[in-house]
């Protein structure tokens, strides 16, 4: 990869590429981009050591989340629980194997490696050092940040126990009580800004930057992972540089973003179809059998009188879906036919990438009805293939909204003026 010369102090916008000068931020300010509105930096809310100990807190309330069961049911003097591990291992068996591994790794895995990994830099860096391993560690949170979903699983949970609560006994357990506190914890300590924690990395390596003018604004680019800013020739031709911070590869433009975002969306869009004529959930209880596709589902609550669970299934499994498959429609054929505002486009790729993890609400319901109903002679739940084209969807909108690059529509429209 070449190298090029860096820019310490600016920033550049990652919806359109507009470089701006650095300046520190108070805890309650926000910079915001004057041209596109996307947020560039936020300030720090609170300190390393604060950072640390919510950090323990929220370690300490995982293991509670994931030990004790979040619901027991009755039925007949029989109980049956279930904690979130149960539920994924109920998913498991049969054909829900395939979205069982999604559905383990949103709701316990991924969630569980940021904290792990925050609590290993943080441990340093409350010392005024900069851990081993600091760029990986950065990189795994970086990457993990999107696919970490305990607020889904939450609700997940609060739609199981209404949906059971119609025909069975139903006591929240201590486990949901954990995640009601664990939710909120989570987005602090994720979405805190890492900035403060590059300058031990610097000093720990003996890396100097040096302001400089800065170049053409067209040769500029910065580094997805540390936001430093480069500039060379390679910002302008497509290829590869190294950041002179961290090591990573930088580049103007995500490689090959409309093909790839193309192929996601085609492959959701066919999926979708067996997802919604498949069932999701088979049931038998006290001698009755059923099975429910996702809309029979949502008619279900519908038809029992819970109308906001049944509002709720719906805008997570048909009209978040499908609003992503128009808005990213939208932003491709937005390339070859530019109309509208760039500034909408960049703010409707936001909102596809801020509500595309909430659809997978119904695969964790499933889960969770699933590992709770397990009575044997007298009642059984099992999931079905539906929720695996299901959960196969949603993870495929998601990597095409993280495919595309918004600063495409603003760089065309630039050279055309």
Not at 4 to 28: E, K
Not at 112 to 133: D, E
Request: aromatic share 6%; hydrophobic share 55%.
């Amino acid at each position: 990869m070449m190298s090029a010369v860096s820019y310490p102090n600016m920033m550049m916008c990652a919806g359109c590429d507009q470089p701006y000068a650095r300046r520190p931020l108070s805890s309650t300010e926000s910079a915001r981009c004057r041209r596109c509105g996307s947020t560039l930096e936020h300030g720090h809310h609170f300190s390393i050591s604060t950072w640390l100990a919510l950090t323990l807190t929220a370690a300490i309330l995982m293991v509670f989340a994931n030990v004790f069961p979040v619901a027991v049911i009755s039925l007949g003097g029989l109980e049956s629980e279930a904690t979130v591990w149960q539920a994924v291992v109920a998913l498991a068996a049969g054909p829900g194997a395939p979205v069982a591994v999604a559905a383990g790794m949103i709701a316990i895995g991924v969630p569980a490696l940021q904290v792990l990994t925050l609590l290993w830099i943080l441990s340093f860096a409350v010392a005024g050092r900069s851990c081993p391993c600091f760029v990986p560690a950065l990189r795994v949170l970086r990457a993990s940040k999107p696919w970490g979903m305990i607020e889904v699983c939450l609700l997940a949970i609060l739609v199981a126990l209404v949906k059971l609560s119609g025909f069975l006994h139903v006591v929240a357990g201590i486990g949901i009580a954990a995640i009601v506190v664990l939710a909120p914890l989570m987005a602090v300590i994720t979405n805190r800004n890492a900035g403060d924690l590059w300058p031990l990395h610097e000093a720990h390596n003996g890396l100097r930057f040096q302001a400089a003018r800065v170049g053409r604004p067209d040769h500029l680019m910065a580094c997805d992972l540390c936001g430093l800013v480069h500039e060379g020739a390679a910002a302008k031709g497509g290829a590869a540089i190294a950041c002179a911070r961290c090591g990573s590869e930088v580049r103007a433009r995500k490689p090959d973003s409309i093909a790839r975002t193309w192929a996601l969306l085609l492959a959701a869009l066919v999926l979708y179809i067996p997802a919604n004529l498949l069932p999701v959930m088979h049931t038998r209880l006290l001698g009755s059998e059923a099975e429910s596709t996702i809309l029979e589902g949502v008619e279900e609550f519908w038809r029992s009188g819970s109308w906001d669970i049944a509002v709720l299934i719906f805008t997570a499994s048909v009209a978040v879906p499908c609003t992503k498959f128009l808005a990213i429609t939208l932003l491709l054929l937005d390339q070859k036919f530019p109309i509208g505002s760039r500034v909408g486009k960049t703010r409707l790729l936001k909102l596809v990438e801020h509500i595309g993890y909430w659809s997978m609400l119904d695969v964790l319901v499933v889960a969770l009805v699933t590992a709770l109903i397990q009575f044997r002679a007298i009642g059984i739940a099992e999931p079905r293939s539906g929720i695996v084209f299901f959960g196969a969807v949603v993870v495929l909108t998601m990597l095409a909204a993280m495919s595309f690059d918004s600063r495409l529509a603003w760089k065309q429209r630039v050279s055309r003026g």
